[in-house]
């Protein structure tokens, strides 16, 4: 089983659209939560945390929810510009940050 | 210093011939991750330095690969007698020893792709 499991994707979605993405992590140690963006061919860049208490970045809202080892994206509004592959990623163990990424979804909004 | 830096960006060599990556990290950054990424798939950890302290290798670094971070600034990833299941993007990242408030302030280069053809 792997550490950190998404949704296949892709995602197609029209411009406006609100979609969801969700994740699951199989150590319960983990301690840290991440959604990464990643462009075509270019590297991953930090999204946002993910904290227990849920938290929202404009148009963006991520949920954790420890009991199920659950980490969801909400997008609203969709624009052109959010298509890309979204990583899930977490964190083992305090100490040097080593980072598990799920595998990725693509999103692709269009017109 | 902006970021992190790679070099070479792309690398097509044939297989069994050794490559050389380089990572320059974000100057006081004393924290130095390499990862490899495959097409369709997230990076996955390759190895770890504090300084020039390699802490933590992964099982998929086999004996063929090996990274050094000589003097704690700069990073070096040797991959001898290349096969084609080596063709991937390595990325390099580095952070600071403090966690910051958004993500450890982790920051990766650009990569380098390499296809062993």
């Known amino acids: 089983r792997k550490e950190v499991e998404q949704d296949p994707g892709p995602f197609n979605v029209p411009e406006g659209a609100t979609v969801a993405f969700n994740c699951t992590y199989s150590n319960s140690a983990s301690q840290s939560f991440f959604w990464y963006r990643q462009d075509c061919r270019k590297e991953p860049k930090l999204l946002m945390s993910v904290y227990s208490s849920g938290n929202e970045d404009g148009r963006f809202t991520a949920q954790l929810n420890r009991a199920s080892q659950y980490i969801s994206l909400l997008i609203r509004d969709s624009k052109l510009s959010d298509s890309a592959t979204y990583l899930c990623?977490?964190?083992?163990?305090?100490?040097?940050?080593?980072?598990?990424f799920g595998a990725g979804t693509r999103l692709a909004v269009h017109p | 210093d902006t970021g992190v830096s790679q070099d070479p960006r792309h690398k097509i060599t044939k297989r069994g011939q050794n490559v050389t990556f380089r990572c320059d990290p974000i100057s006081e950054h004393n924290r130095l991750y390499w990862y490899r990424q495959t097409l369709g798939q997230g990076p996955e950890f390759l190895t770890y330095?504090?300084?020039?302290?390699?802490?933590?290798k992964s099982r998929l670094l086999s004996d063929r690969f090996s990274a050094e971070r000589p003097k704690g600034s700069f990073s070096t990833l040797e991959i001898q007698r290349t096969e084609q299941g080596d063709s991937a993007m390595y990325l390099c990242a580095s952070s600071p020893r403090e966690a910051g408030p958004r993500g450890y302030g982790y920051t990766f280069g650009s990569g380098t792709r390499l296809t062993v053809v």
């Open positions: 330095f504090q300084n020039e302290a390699q802490l933590e």
């Open positions: 990623v977490v964190n083992l163990s305090g100490g040097y940050n080593k980072l598990i």
